[in-house]
């Protein structure tokens, strides 16, 4: 996957902290890339089609951006097909 352009994202960084659950809705197939955060509740929205887990490994480096990680740290733990998705912060050094 190609690195992303610079987007107008939301600081995410408070969310690495090892063990984070990440509880996400996603939309698929949007006009552009997006992240937003209402409170607690996080929404993406992907420009891929959700087939073969494009979708998943869009979201992933989507959040890993905002969050200041690398997608390596993400991990899917449910949803792999839902739009409702969680991930998992495994922890590492942040790239902030």
Do not use: C, W
């Amino acid at each position: 996957m190609a690195k992303s352009k610079s987007r107008n994202l939301p600081d995410l960084s408070d969310l690495a902290q090892p063990g984070q659950r990440i509880e996400i809705r996603v939309t698929p197939k949007a006009a552009r890339a997006s992240l937003t955060r209402d409170g607690s509740a996080l929404r993406a929205s992907v420009t891929v089609v959700p087939e073969n887990g494009k979708v998943n490994a869009a979201v992933q480096a989507l959040l890993a951006t905002a969050m200041g990680v690398a997608p390596s740290h993400l991990t899917l733990l449910r949803g792999q097909t839902s739009r409702n998705k969680t991930f998992v912060y495994s922890g590492g050094v942040s790239r902030n």
